[in-house]
């Protein structure tokens, strides 16, 4: 299905704004910089009226919970987002089936969405394996340096008609360091889960 059919597909769920209701990107201000390997995750708080799907990191928590509370093991860190129409889609398949592989690597997986928890479960409905959360005003995004209103995505990502971060993976290891970094900014890259477990097995078998 091509990005364009998809966009239409999800029309009638969110009135998606063209690019002429934005202002002009400001060019001289900070444009995106994402984290890479290497460099450590910020902490940030997950609060519980933000979570979309709880499995196992989030299923019990009852008071929000912060990133270093869940990191007792290696955290797969995905963003998400529907605006990216079909790239969204396929990487939600990714991660669904690749999940257990990830589990099995010795790892967890949070999924971070632009949407809401009404948006989101209309564009991926049924049950998830895995966790997800609602980025509410971009905030966990903006932290890893993917979201910046002065660089905006749809400024130099065609078909993409929103205000939303561009596509990344973080494996993010318990003292909270980026061990691999998946981070496409024109949408034209390919996510390799195979690529991500190996990155899993290295970190654990070197912390071993």
Excluded at 73 to 95: E, K, M, T
């Amino acid at each position: 299905m091509s990005s364009l059919s998809t966009l239409y597909r999800y029309a009638d769920y969110l009135p998606t704004p063209t690019p002429e209701n934005f202002p002009s990107p400001i060019r001289t201000r900070e444009k995106i910089n994402p984290l890479s390997t290497g460099n450590y995750f910020p902490e940030f708080l997950l609060e519980e009226s933000r979570i979309i799907n709880s499995a196992a990191l989030l299923s019990h928590v009852d008071q929000g919970a912060s990133l270093h509370h869940i990191t007792a093991q290696p955290l797969v860190i995905a963003f998400y987002s529907w605006h990216w129409n079909g790239y969204g889609d396929r990487l939600i398949a990714q991660l669904r089936e690749s999940h257990a592989a990830i589990e099995a690597a010795g790892a967890r997986l949070l999924v971070v969405s632009s949407e809401d928890k009404k948006h989101f479960t209309t564009v991926n409905p049924g049950p998830l394996p895995f966790d997800v959360v609602h980025d509410a005003q971009h905030r966990i995004a903006r932290k890893a340096g993917i979201y910046r209103e002065s660089d905006p995505i749809w400024g130099f990502v065609s078909g993409v008609n929103a205000d939303v971060p561009v596509p990344a993976i973080y494996l993010v290891t318990p003292s909270l360091e980026i061990s691999y970094t998946f981070v496409d900014l024109y949408l034209q890259e390919s996510f390799s889960p195979e690529t991500l477990v190996a990155a899993i097995d290295k970190k654990l078998a070197i912390s071993a």
